[in-house]
């Protein structure tokens, strides 16, 4: 099945009121819009409409964007617009969640404009190059007018109150031979809430203008911003910036421009036709042409075109200088548009490789400096993290390393860093809890600074991991979202609030005194790691004064600690995101327990030290390393007919695991093996690209009833293993040291212990043929990336040693009862 499209581009209007020379559409390779329409009528408009809500139904897609374009789409007028944007509401916004954009020069945004994008839910983005010098060593009208006055008008009118929530940011295109610090400055004054940067459009055929001697002149040029947007601490999210960083740790971009993930994205030219991205125009004439049309092909028949496939296959349409790269899954090749060469097409690195190398080793190193990373007179900026050696290859053999996990514990910590420090200071939602996010932010800036390792121990919380994801997640969602955006952000205020209970923890680590308002969820605020302060008569926040161990709150609940030796660990029964994102304000989680009564925490002391004890004594290879980095277990509900719960599992984040007490007090120390394996291989996958995004495969599974999808099945593999190599250890029993010195049991215990040990043996053996047909498919059938492909061969030869040395099922004694009752002499 075609891939789903989710973004589209409409050219409303195939004129242009200036005359910017470095203009893709009328001043590159392609041009066709010398034979189009001037303008989209409302029948095409109409059947892009249609075409979209039918892909919506067919795939079920929750949101949809589409960007107003052009030329200029304003040129279109108020009329014409408001016409437009009725026809594609009244068809959409039944079937979908509808964000509708529109992106123009703004030397003619005025009220009446922006009084129907008010009306309609429409959000603006503007095209500035900065301050006048800048703007206008492109941006002129056709007669060599500056348009630099009459943008500015339009942006004071886009910032004031009335008309300040459909601002949706500034585009501005690079030019090296402007200094970048007058630009940047001159984009802040206009108070954008987000920026993006554009590398000017050019090939191998028509490359970019770069200065005599120099080698990567855009790197150093958006590098010097980037320093200095660091250490003015972050003021507005910068998109290119924020997608390199997102990239690096292999989430997905959101950006064309860099990052493997695809990129769902249509365009529909004046006269309905469908076409590619549209800078592709830069490449040569027709390039961005499909010969479809919104009247005679569906937006699959589009996602089938062989060209759309090619720019989202991920590593398999790089050429093999990009394959050979170490920042190849940052920089995902460049845009690609950016590699044409005449003579092998688009089979080349980008016209910006040497660029794109720095700054997909640069960017995402200085995001792991800190939250507020110093300037550039500072400290070097810190490496990029690596594994040590071989601690990749010991993770794919299993257990992997206690050196190893802590790697992967300071790769998330980074993570979280680069997640917290792209939070927005946003002052929506109540002013309660904007005065909570606001003074919750400052402090853990100022402590982070000031005490770096206790921050640094809060932050490396897995629950604050989760947080940090899911405030991404909802600000990702928002920005995105347009118009009725508030009805995927119900609890989005208490999310951003919850950085002062962040602050507020390592504020207590510090052992320092501070007061500061925290938010209330279901009467209790909440410090991650140590417990939470039970609120009377509790609004949306309440002031809290911490002041370090010893001095803890009035009302106070702690997080209780595991403190034996096998497994210190806490069980954390409190926590807001202690099993996955909180849903709407005041909602239970469906899985999580809640406080646990003194019965039930003595129960899971018990269960919990068993296992840890036996994980140590049989499997101290594996032991090890959890005892290392888990750092918290939350008690979960059992499910009927299972002894536990997937679904929430999968979500645990690495330091953490969810657990149900089975009713096999040995059951615990699988569970919490199995649980363990999976959030490794989670933490890895963040790290490395495993499989080709752009090539989804699923997979059948013994032990499942549908198949599922690649990650998942090695997910379950990798579990399986590590469940085999426990199930092997008690199979064989224990060994002649452990029994030495102990009374001989009797004959019933022996009967017992063998027949555990048959249990364990043909467990062993049905574990072991699942793994190693699963392991064939994922290598043979998966589309596994580099990274994936290795760490597949690496269970192999785990799985191949475990079948190698197969554990015979020992021989259960007869009972001497039943030896009486056949008649044999005592």
Sequence with gaps: MPPSIDQYVLKVHGACDLSCDHCYVYEHPDQSWRTKPRTMTPAVAEQVAKRIAEHVERHGIPTVRITLHGGEPLLLGVARLRELIRTLRTVLDEVVQLGLHVQTNGVTLDASFLELFAASGVQVGVSLDGDRAANDRHRRYANGRSSHPAVLRGLALLRRREFRHLYGGILCTVDVENDPIAVYEALLEQVPPRLDFLLPHATWAHPPPRPSGTTAPYAAWLGRIHTRWIADGRPVPVRLFDALATAAWGGASGSEAVGLGPVA???????????????????????????????????????????????????????????ACPVVRVCGGGLYAHRFKPGNGFDNPSVYCADLKQLASQIPAARTGGIAAPCDTGPALPPVHRLPEGAFDAFAAGAGTVQGTQALAEMQLSLTRALVAGTDAQDDGPRGLAVAAAHGRQLLIELDSSHPAETAEVLGHPFVRTWAREHARRGAAAGGAGHGSQRQDGDGPHDRAHIACIAAAAAWRTGATVRLPLPVRDGLAHLPGLGAVAVEHAGATAEVTVGGPGRAPHRWIGIRQLSTPWLPVALDDLDPYRAGPVADVGRRHPVALGRLSPRQWTAWQVALSRAGRELTRLLPGYAAPLRATLRAVVPLRPVPGDGHSPGVL????????????PAEPADVAAALLREFQRTKLDALMEAYVFFDAARPARLPVPWR?????????LHDVYAQVALAELLRARAIGPSPRETSGRATPGERSRTRDGLRQAQAAAALHRRLTWADAVVDALAAEAGAAPAGARFIAGLRTAIDRLLADPVRTPAVPRRASTARRAGSSA
């Design 265 to 323: 994205l249509a365009v529909v030219d004046t006269d309905g036709s469908w076409e590619q991205a549209d800078s592709l125009k830069t490449a040569y004439d027709g390039a961005p042409a499909t010969g479809m049309t919104v009247f005679t092909h569906s937006v699959d028949h589009f996602a089938g075109h062989p060209g759309v496939a090619a720019r989202n296959e991920g590593y398999a349409d790089l050429c093999a200088t990009c394959l």
């Design 650 to 661: 999968r979500q645990a984040p690495f330091g953490a695991v969810g657990l149900a007490l």
């Design 705 to 713: 009833t549908a198949p599922v999808p690649a990650d998942r099945a």
